[in-house]
């Protein structure tokens, strides 16, 4: 199946999604089942009704956009989710002061993994507090970084 890039799908729906109070920030196909999920955040976080509106307001845009150039599709609206990937630097900004965990490809001042409290992402640096100090990561050394899912 031929599908248009999310980076143009992204742009086409991002004023879509503030109408709604939401923003749109990022999107995935699966192919194999032929699926486009959109996923969606907004302070005090995402529930089903959310979805639901954003899902009703995206429907005839994205007929008009037609991502599937015909084809048939199912379309997905979900939050996040708590462990979530940052990507890019609007996810560290929005998680300033929260508890976040690092996984590094390689060790990094002895450690692959660090958890604390995120301080900064400046200059492609992960900045966060640890109860050994203040460290300071590249990005460029993250094979992931989350929200510490604390249980």
Request: net charge negative.
């Amino acid at each position: 199946m031929k599908v248009k890039p999310v980076s143009e799908i992204v742009a086409f729906l991002a004023p879509v999604a503030e109408t709604v109070g939401v923003e749109l920030v990022d999107a995935e196909w699966d192919m194999r089942n032929r699926a486009l999920t959109l996923f969606i955040d907004r302070e005090g976080g995402i529930d089903l009704n959310v979805c639901e509106a954003f899902h009703r307001a995206v429907d005839g845009p994205l007929e008009e956009l037609d991502p599937t150039f015909g084809e048939a599709y199912t379309l997905n609206c979900s939050s996040l989710g708590l462990d979530r990937p940052f990507k890019k630097e609007k996810d560290f900004l929005r998680h300033i002061g929260e508890k976040i965990e690092v996984r590094l490809y390689a060790p990094f001042e002895g450690s692959k993994y660090y958890e604390g409290e995120l301080l900064s992402f400046e200059g492609g640096n992960v900045r966060l507090q640890t109860e050994k100090g203040e460290r300071e990561i590249p990005f460029a050394k993250c094979a992931k970084v989350c929200l510490l899912i604390e249980v």
